[in-house]
């Protein structure tokens, strides 16, 4: 473990096949190995393309068409979690998601706030366990948002504090829509969030941010080169976007380290519209192949509801 020093942090538990994890409960990510503890879980809608039903030979698929086959949605958890702080510096290579970004106010300077080590976790990354620590994870809301309390199980509470914190600012954390699709071994899913409308010189600017996690089922390590992302808006207008990597960088995925998670944001000039794309991946040979980016609705149905109000509790 190059000369690291391990530490217990308390005992696993058994992970739940059936129902949900309660507030409080202490994790392990099993994929990026960060601790965490749930706050509250969400419930969404998972469209994953790689279990739609075979279509019949008698109706052939037309060309171009895989991007308009239907998808059927089922329910599935994720959780809205806090981060343990102590292992951040170890995912930042693998994780660029631990900060979840709102709009800032209209007299705010700057465009977006963020709150760090904030995440959503799917059902099956959580690896429960527990600890006698009255404060086993350490973050600057831990405190705030939960009170210790050895009578129940897991021994955490949550405060009115996080309880109005969820309420106040609901519509821009909640998790509706997962989308999901694998090509070549490499699975890629995507959770957009709407994240509010600003006015900007006599129009309506609406935005949304997408978390995007890719990750590699096989053994051979291959590398991410390139995005091409399409970008349609219901005004009409159809953007397309080509670059190296994501967000700067170019992850490789391999048997240690198979997944990378980031967050981006598009903005669009009507209420609506679509995203889809490919990663050009690069495999250890040379050569390329690329791997398709579900696509995804940018929806603004919340919009009836005031922007959040700053970082406030």
């Known amino acids: ?29 099993s994929v990026f190995g960060y601790r965490g503890i749930v706050l509250f879980p969400w419930h969404a809608r998972l469209y994953d393309r790689d279990i739609t039903p075979p279509i019949p030979e008698s109706k052939p698929e037309p060309p171009g068409a895989h991007g308009s086959k239907e998808v059927k949605g089922k329910t599935h958890t994720y959780y809205q979690v806090l981060i343990d702080t102590r292992d951040c510096p170890h995912i930042s290579q693998r994780s660029q998601t631990e900060a979840v970004t709102f709009l800032a106010n209209h007299d705010d300077s700057r465009a977006l706030y963020a709150i760090p080590g904030l995440d959503y976790v799917s059902h099956e990354d959580i690896l429960p366990y527990n600890s006698a620590e009255q404060i086993p994870i350490q973050h600057e809301l831990f405190e705030r948002f939960l009170l210790f309390n050895p009578a129940k199980s897991p021994p955490f509470t949550a405060r009115d504090t996080l309880k109005a914190w969820q309420e106040k600012n609901h519509p821009w954390l909640e998790l509706s829509d997962v989308h999901r699709e694998t090509t070549e071994n490499i699975r890629v899913t995507v959770i957009p969030f709407y994240m509010g409308m600003r006015e900007a010189q006599n129009s309506h600017v609406y935005w949304w941010r997408y978390c995007i996690r890719l990750e590699n089922m096989a053994s051979e390590v291959v590398q991410l080169r390139e995005r091409h992302w399409r970008i349609f808006s219901l005004s ?3 953007e397309t976007v080509r670059g190296r990597g994501v967000v700067g960088r170019e992850p490789v995925l391999s048997k240690e380290q198979p997944a990378f998670q980031y967050s981006s944001h598009v903005s669009l000039q009507a209420p609506s519209g679509h995203m889809w794309g490919t990663f050009r991946i690069e495999r250890t040979d040379g050569s390329h192949f690329d791997v398709r980016i579900p696509p995804f609705s940018l929806e603004s149905n919340k919009d009836d509801k005031a922007p959040p109000a700053g970082y406030t509790f």
Request: include cysteine.
């Open 236 to 238: 009409g207008t159809l």
């Open 1 to 29: 473990c190059n000369g690291k020093i391990l530490e217990t942090v308390g005992m696993f538990e058994a992970v739940k096949q059936h129902g949900k994890y309660e507030t409080g409960q202490l994790f392990l990510h």
